[in-house]
């Protein structure tokens, strides 16, 4: 016989959801040459914190990434479409190209400019237009 017992934590800020669980999963197992013996066997499976964003941090990423993108839409010096922009506890990821090296590094300015980034790195490639 098997049992699956599942205990959830479910958080909300804002529009963020976050669900934390473990998942115990019993398995009782008697074999008919030992009638009455039994053996059981306990999986406990939890998800580690350490590397995981909280939801309050989760939505500030969201936050900063969205506004380096609007800066970036209303920048007419920079053609955004060719730039991608992610941000993991507080640090902006660039990526993409760009048309020339003022534009990328004026692309990682306006990200730097942002309030609540810690860092920016950049792996934006020079790469003119044809």
Same mark, same amino acid.
């Given at each position: +016989?098997?049992?699956? @017992? #599942?205990?959830?934590? #479910?958080?909300? @800020?804002?529009? +963020?959801?976050?669900?934390?669980?473990?998942?115990?999963?019993?398995?009782?197992?008697?074999? !008919?040459?030992?009638?009455?013996?039994?053996?059981?066997?306990?999986?406990?499976?939890? @998800? !580690? !914190?350490?590397?995981?964003?909280?939801?309050?941090?989760? +939505?500030?990423? *969201?936050?900063?990434?969205?506004?380096?993108?609007?800066?970036?839409?209303?920048?007419?010096?920079? *053609?955004?479409?060719?730039? *991608?922009?992610?941000?993991?506890?507080? =640090? =902006?990821?660039?990526?993409?190209?760009?048309? !020339?090296? %003022?534009?990328? %590094?004026?692309? =990682?300015? #306006?990200?730097?400019? #942002?309030?609540?980034?810690?860092?920016? *790195?950049?792996?934006?490639? =020079?790469?003119? %237009?044809?």
């Amino acid at each position: +016989m098997q049992k699956l @017992t #599942i205990k959830a934590l #479910i958080a909300t @800020t804002a529009s +963020m959801l976050a669900l934390s669980a473990v998942a115990q999963n019993t398995h009782t197992d008697s074999t !008919s040459s030992e009638i009455g013996a039994s053996s059981a066997t306990t999986t406990t499976t939890t @998800t !580690s !914190s350490a590397n995981k964003r909280s939801p309050t941090r989760y +939505m500030d990423d *969201k936050t900063i990434s969205t506004k380096v993108n609007a800066k970036y839409l209303v920048d007419e010096d920079l *053609k955004s479409r060719h730039l *991608k922009v992610r941000t993991y506890k507080g =640090v =902006v990821h660039l990526t993409g190209y760009a048309a !020339s090296q %003022d534009q990328a %590094d004026h692309a =990682v300015a #306006i990200a730097k400019d #942002i309030d609540g980034v810690k860092a920016v *790195k950049s792996s934006i490639q =020079v790469k003119a %237009d044809n």
